[in-house]
């Protein structure tokens, strides 16, 4: 199952993400994580120092790796370099699982505290003032639509701050999108801005608060949110702990944050991934561009009659 975590800049999005990967990791259960906000805290969240963070490897600095790979021997795809970020896999694409060794898990994954770990990459010198962060995140988003998820494993992605998500087609990407509130007026508007754009696309979203301290900031999401609040983060000496530096056992988080996460993993085991539905909003996005900018050629990519899914990875 893929799940991502958005929010308000400071919401605490990135600290949810890596409560919610570790509490997976510590279970035993198969997981990809990947960072793909532009200021790249996910490591440091995981238990990595700030040096190994700054060594990780990058999607973005390995993309040609990563388009020859997952090209396989499509041959609606003349070359690598004719991917974009929106290609969609067919007959003949490699299709990727949680649980493998390949290439590209070799070259932009690390173990983390025992999550596997990779990054989008941060702005360069080279890139400030003359592109936008998509061209890192476009990495991510290829991969995920080659990524072939079953019940029981998962791929967590932290994503950027705010609605930025909408700029691509990459907000449709997962099963379950966890939008971390602060009992806040602005981070209440993130939310509300987020929910209008999803809302034609099937976004199976759910809210949960963070920084909460008493009954009063659970009544304020509550009365926000309504029946998106699935479940709050209290005022955590574990998380505090972390941000010094200090990382400990997922399993000492206090007992009702511990709860909430429980909550989250069953909302998304419970969460069944519609494959033909999921592919065509894929195919959707690519055609998209096609016709804004790339022509026919980048439209014949679409094998019509390919549908992903757990047994096409098999095979």
Not at 158 to 185: H, K, N
């Amino acid at each position: 199952m893929k799940v991502a975590f958005v929010g308000k800049g400071g919401s605490g999005k990135t600290t949810l993400a890596s409560l919610f990967t570790s509490s997976l990791a510590d279970a035993g259960l198969p997981v990809l994580a990947i960072d793909a906000d532009i200021n790249q805290h996910l490591a440091v969240a995981l238990g990595a120092s700030q040096e190994q963070a700054d060594a990780l490897p990058t999607l973005g600095d390995n993309l040609p790796l990563i388009k020859e790979y997952l090209r396989g021997d499509n041959p609606r795809i003349a070359s690598a370099d004719a991917m974009i970020k929106t290609t969609p896999p067919g007959r003949g694409s490699r299709l990727m699982t949680p649980r493998e060794h390949n290439p590209i898990t070799d070259a932009c994954f690390r173990d983390i505290a025992g999550v596997r770990l990779a990054v989008t990459g941060r702005f360069a010198e080279d890139d400030l003032g003359v592109a936008c962060y998509h061209s890192k995140t476009g990495a991510a988003e290829l991969l995920l639509n080659h990524l072939v998820d079953g019940p029981g494993e998962y791929v967590v992605v932290d994503m950027t701050a705010g609605a930025d998500a909408f700029a691509s087609g990459l907000f449709t990407r997962f099963d379950v999108t966890f939008l971390v509130c602060e009992p806040t007026v602005r981070s209440v508007g993130v939310y509300r801005q987020y929910t209008e754009y999803a809302r034609d696309f099937g976004v199976r979203l759910a809210v949960v608060g963070n920084k909460v301290t008493d009954e009063e900031d659970v009544d304020f999401l509550r009365e926000a949110v309504g029946a998106d609040l699935l479940g709050w983060v209290g005022t955590s000496k574990h998380v505090r702990a972390a941000e010094r530096g200090q990382t400990r056992p997922i399993g000492e988080l206090e007992p009702h944050n511990l709860g909430t996460l429980r909550t989250m993993l069953s909302t998304v085991d419970a969460t069944e991934r519609d494959w033909e539905r999921y592919h065509a909003q894929a195919v959707e996005f690519h055609l998209r561009n096609a016709r804004s900018w790339a022509g026919q050629e980048l439209a014949d990519q679409v094998d019509p009659d390919f549908v992903p899914g757990p047994l096409a990875a098999v095979d």
